[in-house]
């Protein structure tokens, strides 16, 4: 399978966070997110775990009860069912990668 950005549609998340869905293999799911200086994935959590690299900007991520300041270059693992909050620090853009498969975001968005 292979992915062309340019074709992938372009989904409002929330305000300031616009989503595209990469696709999909057996085991993982991959995201692609643009997201505008300051804006917010509210805390939440789910069971899949979580690989993120922060291609432009950066996040500050609550992760548990400890605070991370994360730049461009810089990736993270979130584990499973571990409450964790994003805010933009510029302007991001980031790649998440998801294993097993996530099928749904907060606020009910499919996936899959």
């Not at 991520?61 to 584990?79: H, R």
Request: glycine share 10%; proline share 5%.
């Amino acid at each position: 399978m292979f992915c062309y950005h340019e074709n992938i549609e372009k989904r409002e998340f929330g305000p300031g966070v616009l989503l595209q869905i990469l696709g999909h293999g057996d085991k993982m799911n991959v995201l692609h997110w643009n997201m505008a200086d300051k804006s917010v994935v509210a805390l939440h959590q789910h069971p899949e775990e979580q690989f993120g690299y922060v291609i432009k900007g950066g996040f500050e991520i609550k992760l548990g009860d400890e605070t991370f300041t994360l730049k461009a270059g810089d990736a993270y693992f979130i584990p499973p069912n571990a409450l964790h909050s994003f805010v933009a620090i510029g302007e991001t853009e980031a790649i998440d990668v998801f294993s097993p498969i996530k099928k749904e975001l907060p606020g009910g968005l499919k996936l899959a």
